[in-house]
């Protein structure tokens, strides 16, 4: 079956290769650099390429079914990406929805597109506490480890060969629980904290290469409640890295949004990347993407606010070891981030019936596929980095 031959092909590539061999690979398939690139036709999408052998390697989150059905979304994430994470496909509840059936289909197009393009591919995510298939939870009550193990000895080293990181443990933060933070999911109840670090180590025995992470969201703003998170999740690395459990990687999901923007404060962010990545581990900006406001702006306007978001949080990220840059979707074509009524009815509903401003312009390019603002400031940070950080 093409699937199968096409990741038995990445299997050996991966094998026998570090990442200069895969970009050696890559670069055979990629644009010229930074340059800007049309497509076939004259009128077509015009998108910036980053060229998939950046030093800091851009990605996205695209949905298999997208990269089935859309040719210029296709092409746009072959030319943009360098990393793909799988949106939805590999999470537990997707993959697993009964018990030892195994649905890889939507996932194997993933990883399919993936090696066929030259993209490498991130694993995104093993525990979660939003995609716990029903089937499991009774065993989980009975602490029964079995079907954790069972469900990463069964994705981990499918796709291995094309996967260089995962997000072992997703969100395990919640404030106004417990002392310690965590979260209370039926992980937490079943095993106690020790669930991450058994989760970890299960993870390096099905994938003794990758890069495991654990990826959170609400880390960046001057909140009161992001102040309780960032604190707690500090002690939580730390508790980890002491305990030796094996943490290679944080995941910043980053999902920045301007009606907190205000909030954004450079130095305090740094401080604590300096306080997270002194404990030992190296950083990914998983989910990068930007909640709106003031929709009834003008578009370049909006435009604007987004990129300047993206560039104050750059510009604290990267003078950190960060090993990757993705964004959650590429266009606002498909975007999770959607303009939700009470969005609308918060600003004194501007439009009339029937009409609005539109999708969320939070991801890179827009709509119709055209580089955006927030896509420039990616590639500024790609150009600055270059020389002093030499990534995967
Ligand atoms: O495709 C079906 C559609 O056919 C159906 O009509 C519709 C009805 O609900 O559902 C559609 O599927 C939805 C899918 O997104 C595609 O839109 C699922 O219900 C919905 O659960 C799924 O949500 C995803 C969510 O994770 C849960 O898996 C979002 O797309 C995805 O962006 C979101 O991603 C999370 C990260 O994993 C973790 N960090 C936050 C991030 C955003 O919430």
């Given amino acids: 079956m093409g699937h199968e031959s096409d990741l038995s092909h990445a299997r050996h590539i991966g094998s026998v290769a570090g990442w200069s061999r895969r970009a050696m690979l890559a670069g055979a398939l990629a644009l010229p650099g930074l340059a800007l690139a049309r497509s076939n036709k004259e009128s077509g999408p015009l998108i910036l390429d980053l060229g998939p052998s950046a030093p800091i390697p851009f990605g996205a989150a695209v949905r298999g079914e997208t990269l089935l059905k859309d040719r210029d979304y296709r092409e746009a994430v072959a030319r943009t990406c360098a ?7 590999l999470k537990w509840a997707y993959v697993e929805p009964v018990r030892g059936v195994l649905h ?4 194997d197009e993933v990883a399919r597109f993936a090696v066929a393009n030259g993209k490498r591919m991130h694993g995104h995510a093993l525990l979660w506490h939003k995609s716990i298939p029903d089937w499991a939870t009774d065993i989980l009550a009975a602490k029964d480890w079995s079907a954790i193990r069972s469900f990463i000895a069964s994705v981990m080293p499918r796709y291995g060969a094309v996967t260089d990181s995962w997000d072992v443990i997703n969100e395990p933060i919640e404030t106004g629980y417990r002392m310690d933070g965590l979260r209370p999911s039926p992980f937490l109840e079943a095993f106690g904290p020790e669930y991450i670090r058994r989760a970890l180590e299960d993870a390096r025995m099905f994938a003794p290469d990758a890069r495991l992470l654990i990826n959170e969201y609400g880390l960046e703003y001057d909140l009161p409640v992001e102040r309780d998170r960032r604190y707690l999740f500090l002690r939580l690395i730390e508790s980890l890295k002491k305990a030796g459990v094996p943490l290679d990687t944080i995941g910043l999901q980053s999902h920045l949004d301007l009606s907190r923007q205000d909030y ?38 909006r435009d604007s606010r987004v990129a300047a978001a993206v560039k104050a949080y750059l510009e604290v990220v990267q003078d950190f070891p960060v090993r990757s840059i993705s964004c959650w979707g590429l266009t606002d074509r498909y975007s999770w981030l959607t303009v939700t009524p009470e969005d609308l009815a918060k600003e004194g509903n501007h439009w009339p019936a029937g009409q609005g401003p539109g999708v969320n312009r939070g991801l890179p390019l827009d709509a119709s596929l055209r580089s955006k603002p927030f896509f420039d400031e990616i590639q500024l940070m790609v150009n600055k980095t270059e020389t002093s950080f030499t990534g995967l």
């Fill in 83 to 89: 990393i793909i994470t799988p949106e939805i496909e």
């Fill in 104 to 107: 890889f289909t939507d996932v």
């Fill in 264 to 301: 954004f404060d450079q130095k305090l962010f740094a401080a604590f990347l300096k306080e997270l990545t002194a404990m030992g581990v190296d950083l990914k900006i998983t989910e990068l993407d930007v909640k709106e406001t003031a929709y009834a702006l003008p578009v370049e306007e």
